[in-house]
């Protein structure tokens, strides 16, 4: 017959515990532990909720009697999932960071088991009311999305497609600068940076390369710079042929052969940032509608596609991943096709 009872066990330190032990069957079943307690009231409760349980004839599961382990914050989780993500580059652990303190001020401090999808679309109507673009509150909900991911939870709420919608929003054209505009820019340059201009004119490449490339990573006797898979975002080397004028330019601004040093930067002077702000100072000046390092990169793909390049030459030629991405982000009608004359521009710095 099933029973339980308590005994008494002497501690070390002179005090008494009181252990609640049952059998689930008559004397010979194998007594089972029920728990150990400091007070002889507390074991009393605990032998009567055994007795509960076995007069419902079900075997005691401890187990309930426990109290769960709370689920992380939605802040707690998002730190542990940016931790987590050494197969990324800094600057795409800084996106990471940016997407996610857009989050966690309206649920960083909820329970991520808590989260509904309901939760998530009110979360993009309020960062839409905050102005956010629609790409990028797609960037807050995708970090969100695998942070979730990360803890655990499932279903995710912010995949949730049928309750989760992005705002609507116009597709933004871009307008690459036309030839004229980049020499009209180029003209009203400071020196340092008319080179690494021309640099990003010609190759496509992203504005982070100006400060990535060193003169080691430049090709004399090939006229053509590499750029090294840390510096490609398809992380994979490439080489950039260069125009006669422009290797002509670079080679004279690193000076003499002996004097050379392979680590230090092609662009010395100039830098990423320097160079855009340098450019939106000259179009400003000359009143010319603003545009970015990134537009050149726009303009040179759209050039290569109005070429007949295909677009797997093209992805090649600029380190682009995705084919697709090429031919629906990158390529636009420009309002000329002409090549910057390389070569009338630089007979001005000369």
């Known amino acids: 017959m099933a029973s339980s009872w308590i005994i008494t066990r002497a501690t070390n330190d002179g005090g008494r515990r009181y252990r609640v ?24 409760a605990r032998k009567r909720w055994v007795d509960g349980e076995l007069a419902a004839l079900r075997v005691p599961n401890l187990a309930v009697l ?5 689920a992380p914050t939605v802040a707690e989780a998002a730190e542990r ?26 649920i960083g401090a909820r329970r991520v088991n808590e989260i509904t999808p309901a939760d998530v679309a009110d979360l993009v109507a309020a960062l839409h009311g905050k102005d956010y673009r629609r790409e990028t509150i797609s960037k807050s909900v995708t970090a969100l999305a695998q942070t ?66 060193k003169v080691g990573d430049y090709d004399e006797q090939r006229r053509r710079v590499r750029l090294r898979a840390a510096v490609s975002k398809t992380r994979r080397a490439l080489w950039v042929d260069l125009p006669d004028e422009l290797a002509v330019a670079i080679e004279q601004a690193m000076g003499a ?10 662009f010395a002077g100039s830098g990423s940032d320097a160079l855009r702000t340098a450019i939106g100072k000259a179009c400003a000046a000359l009143a010319l509608p603003a545009f970015s390092p990134h537009d050149l990169r726009h303009r040179r793909i759209s050039l290569l596609h109005r070429q007949g390049r295909s677009w797997a030459e093209i992805g090649a030629f600029v380190g682009q991943r995705s084919a697709r991405v090429t031919s629906d982000v990158y390529t636009h009608v420009l309002l000329d096709d002409r090549e910057v004359d390389y070569r009338r521009l630089l007979a001005l710095s000369a």
């Open 148 to 213: 979730l991911d990360h803890a655990g939870v499932k279903p995710n709420p912010a995949r949730d497609k049928v309750h989760v919608r992005l705002p609507r929003e116009e597709v933004e054209e871009h307008e690459p600068p036309t030839a004229e505009q980049v020499e009209a820019v180029y003209r009203t340059l400071p020196k340092v940076h008319r080179v690494p201009l021309l640099w990003l004119d010609w190759s496509g490449a992203r504005v982070g390369s100006v400060d990535a490339v």
């Open 66 to 70: 426990t109290d769960p382990v709370a």
């Open 257 to 266: 052969r002996e004097d050379r040093d392979p680590a230090a930067r092609l």
């Open 21 to 44: 032990l049952y059998r689930i069957g008559g004397r010979e079943s194998s007594a089972r532990y029920a728990g150990s307690f400091p007070t002889k009231s507390e074991a009393v």
């Open 81 to 106: 999932w940016r931790v987590s993500r050494v197969d990324v580059a800094d600057a795409t652990r800084v996106l990471h960071r940016v997407a996610l303190d857009r989050v966690l001020p309206i």
